[in-house]
């Protein structure tokens, strides 16, 4: 048995999705930017496919923009919001110390020139709190960016409080929320939000496409120059097939969005208990306030590098955190954020779920995972000295 389960980084395509692609490649193959009958097929087809994506997370049409994914989305989002508080001399930008790394990215070059970065502190359990949101607002703030759900820990933030605070300051406020459309109700009106990031291949649509919902009256800047398309905010000619799987795939997650939490969080809860058992294991954000596909563990002792290469050997594809950083030995950041020590952060292990999955799949992790870890934990001379007590067990 081959289990799949790191969803939080990329999903299977689902077959709706791949049948609502095919007739671009060959059949309505025009450029929506012709006038001729060919190319307003291709133009009619991207337009039904903005309004099925404007629907799910309750925007207007006009409102999206498709991008090359949440990178370029979030990208976009905090580069124009940055600029339009620069016109009106504020260049303060709060956002919290668990970002991906595309909206940490941008932030830290935009530091560079001459903005303000202020990266809030969350909890033991991954949660930034309203409060400390409203005491780090002040005149100079030109937006506040949170992520409606983590890609390492799957923690929920208050994106709903924040957005209600940041509408009665009037800064403008963007969430990335990658990893939470498709997965969890989203609604950019009752949620108050002004710009939101997503990426189709996070809920089974095709990779290397998304959307960027900016709240009409929101000044919009290019990233690309060049066309007129996406309403002058997006050059180039837009990528029609995934954006028609893309809009298939969200139609599909959000119509059987209930029947999909209830059942991905029935393996998560049997993965957490089984994988609770081993001892000195500790389970990643709040227990609670979290995805329904998200378990994310540190063992202490080990490392998630070496666990993971064991894993896969016996038949388990999983992540030790986000992919953007798969290459690198530095500790997750946002284990680090949550006040893990580095010895620790390096012991983690992150699986993520989907409705492909079966109870069966999670037997066989959960039969795989407690000896990997044992046998890792033999041949570290850090475990060795905890087990002696030279060092001291902090799990």
Not at 130 to 142: G, I, K, Q, R, S
Not at 165 to 171: A, D, N, P, Q
Not at 313 to 326: D, E, F, N, R, Y
Request: net charge negative; aromatic share 4%.
């Amino acid at each position: 048995m081959y289990v799949y389960a790191d969803n939080a980084a990329t999903t299977a395509m689902s077959p709706a999705a791949c049948r609502a692609m095919e007739p671009y490649f060959q059949t309505i193959y025009g450029n929506p930017s012709s006038l001729h009958s060919v190319g307003q097929r291709a133009a009619e087809a991207l337009e039904e496919a903005r309004a099925k994506v404007a629907k799910w997370i309750g925007a207007k049409p006009e409102e999206i923009y498709f991008t090359s994914g949440g990178s370029e989305a979030d990208n976009q989002a905090i580069r124009s919001a940055a600029l339009l508080g620069a016109q009106k001399n504020k260049r303060r930008l709060i956002s919290t110390a668990i970002e991906h790394h595309g909206v940490l990215h941008t932030l830290k070059q935009l530091e560079r020139e001459g903005f303000e970065v202020v990266l809030l502190p969350v909890g033991p359990e991954g949660i930034v709190t309203v409060e400390a949101v409203a005491a780090a607002l002040d005149e100079a703030t030109a937006l506040v960016t949170v992520m409606m759900a983590n890609n390492e820990i799957g923690t929920l933030q208050p994106v709903e409080e924040i957005g209600a605070l940041c509408r009665e300051r009037g800064v403008i406020f963007h969430t990335d929320a990658v990893q939470a459309v498709g997965h969890i109700p989203v609604d950019v009106g009752r949620q108050n939000i002004d710009m939101l990031s997503l990426s189709a291949h996070k809920f089974h649509g095709p990779k290397g496409v998304g959307a960027l919902y900016c709240r009409k009256g929101v000044s919009l800047r290019p990233l690309i120059e060049g066309g007129a398309q996406e309403r002058g905010r997006r050059a180039g000619t837009e990528n029609l097939p995934a954006i028609a799987g893309m809009a298939a795939a969200l139609e599909e997650a959000a119509t059987r969005l209930e029947e999909h939490q209830s059942y991905v969080a029935a393996l998560r809860d049997q993965l957490i208990e089984g994988l609770s058992q081993i001892p000195h294991a500790k389970l990643n954000g709040d227990p609670a306030r979290r995805l329904a596909g998200n378990v994310s563990f540190c063992f202490e002792g080990i490392e998630g590098e070496s666990l993971l290469l064991l894993l896969d050997a016996k038949g388990v594809a999983a992540s030790s955190g986000s992919a953007c950083t798969s290459g690198s030995l530095d500790p997750s950041h946002v284990l680090l954020a949550l006040g893990l020590p580095h010895e620790v952060a390096h012991g983690s292990l992150r699986l993520s779920l989907s409705a492909y999955n079966t109870p069966q799949e999670m037997e066989h992790i959960l039969s795989v995972v407690p000896g990997i870890v044992a046998y890792l934990r033999d041949i570290s001379p850090v475990w060795e000295e905890l087990e002696k007590g030279v060092r001291t067990h902090v799990i």
